[in-house]
């Protein structure tokens, strides 16, 4: 790859979860033993066993996966920049998708780790009771034009909640009206409908008491410039200040993480290198799906971080 094209580093959101993960990276490196010892601290329970052995039902919660991530992502990031060291190209941009926002600000520096996972934990926390509160689900529809879905989202009171990749969009609303849309989905000429397995209306309206509750537990946290710029999941803008940061947060739990905008965004300012950080592989495969010419590199596990090594 030409040199003048820049690097992005990406972070997963929830879904990515597996049983198991982060651990080899634990057992290969005194930093990532750290890094799981401050994470067990700021939830309050072993939150590194929970991902090590299970069991897989709760590693799901809403309120466990979002720390869990966070803290593997961010594991696989430093075990990368151990090993690599100057060898790891530096990024221009970062962003996560949904959750993964907060381990790219983690990793740009706009807040510290263990706070990064305790945020996350509330987050998890907070979407859970909300979804209790205001019972909701999210289908992903696959192959239909956006502006399609959009007005069959108006007529039933359901939105857009994930605007992924050409031909991959998820919405999101109370039960009974994503039941509706997505026949309507059907109807109007989409590929498949996949039911997520998620606790609630995420990325929409119904989201609001979780809204007012992460305002709170924000209220506390001061919140840096980041080191680099974060393209934010509402806008598919920069965030380069710190001041930016609490209200993109809020605003993200209700409305849709404009992933696919994000991407271009960077693919116009000249980034061709995409570094995925943490379990899966959901954001490259979305990637190539928007610009196949762009180089994705995953790196999930000790195998990955291995292949840095100069």
């Known amino acids: 790859m030409s040199e003048t094209k820049k690097t992005a580093y990406v972070f997963p959101g929830q879904g990515a979860q597996t049983v198991g993960m982060g651990k080899d990276l634990y057992d290969a490196f005194g930093s990532v ?23 897989e039902e709760e590693l799901k919660k809403t309120s466990n996966a979002q720390p869990a991530l966070v803290a593997v992502s961010f594991a696989c990031l430093q075990a990368a920049q151990e090993v690599a060291g100057k060898n790891l190209p530096s990024p221009s941009f970062m962003a996560g998708h949904s959750l993964g926002e907060y381990t790219a600000l983690a990793a740009a520096g706009a807040i510290d780790f263990s706070t990064t996972v305790y945020l996350a ?16 689900a999210m289908m992903a529809v696959i192959g239909i034009e956006e502006t399609a879905l959009a007005e069959i989202c108006q007529q039933h009171d359901t939105v857009i909640a994930n605007y992924n990749c050409p031909g991959q969009l998820v919405i999101s609303g109370a039960g009974e009206n994503i039941a509706r849309a997505t026949e309507s989905a059907k109807a109007g000429g989409a590929a498949r409908t996949i039911p997520l397995q998620v606790s609630g209306a995420f990325h929409s309206p119904l989201m609001q008491p979780a809204v ?18 974060i393209i934010a999941n509402v806008t598919a803008q920069p965030i380069t200040s710190g001041s ?24 116009q300012r000249n980034t061709g290198r995409f570094i995925e950080f943490g379990p899966g592989k959901v954001l490259a495969g979305l990637i190539r799906r928007i610009s196949r010419e762009s180089e994705t590199v995953n790196i999930g596990d000790i ?8």
Request: glycine fraction near 8%; aromatic fraction near 8%; proline fraction near 6%.
């Open 303 to 310: 195998n990955a971080v291995k292949t840095l090594q100069g």
């Open 212 to 229: 007012d509750g992460m305002a709170q537990v924000l209220a506390k946290v001061t919140f840096k410039d980041p080191s680099v710029p």
């Open 121 to 136: 934990r509330e987050r998890g926390r907070l979407m859970y009771e909300a979804g209790l509160a205001r019972p909701g």
């Open 33 to 55: 033993k750290t890094l799981f010892r401050q994470a067990d601290e700021a939830v309050g329970f072993p939150l590194a066993k929970l991902c090590f052995e299970g069991p």
């Open 244 to 267: 930016q940061i609490k209200a993109e947060l809020l605003k993200q739990l209700y409305s849709g993480v404009q992933w696919q905008r994000s991407v271009e965004y960077m693919l």
